[in-house]
């Protein structure tokens, strides 16, 4: 099993920057595809972006170009760098472990942090 901790979440002013970070264990880490959700109140958990074993990386659209995730195996940790941040991304933000081959699916993932709170305000 994977373990999952957030951190780095917080109040950010739009246009302004946060970095995410997921620190793992466990002995499937590298193995696992590795992804962000982020769930606003009366929402549902939405996939923001993921990365797999080999490094590929996957996006939804409306992150392109601003979020870059990123893994590190041998310290067994995930993170997503957000630039140019807008209120719509205000969230709380999930880490998540999944199968090997990518998936968009929440309910794919078996693994789940607790969650940190982005706030961007206009």
């Known amino acids: 099993q994977v373990q999952l901790v957030e951190s780095g979440g917080g109040l950010v002013q739009a246009g302004g920057s946060l970095r995410l970070s997921c620190a793992a264990s466990g002995r499937t880490f590298s193995s696992a595809t590795l992804g962000w959700f982020r769930q606003a109140p009366e929402k549902e958990r939405e996939f923001v972006a993921a990365i797999n074993w080999s490094g590929t990386t996957y996006y939804t659209d409306s992150v392109k170009g601003r979020f870059t995730i990123s893994r590190d195996n041998a310290k067994k940790m995930v993170d997503l760098q957000m630039n140019s941040l807008k209120p719509e991304d205000t969230a709380v933000y999930y880490c998540?472990?999944?199968?090997?081959?990518?998936?968009?699916?929440?309910?794919?993932?078996?693994?789940w942090g607790q969650g940190t709170q982005v706030t961007v305000s206009s």
């Open positions: 998540a472990a999944g199968v090997v081959t990518y998936t968009r699916a929440p309910g794919e993932y078996y693994s």
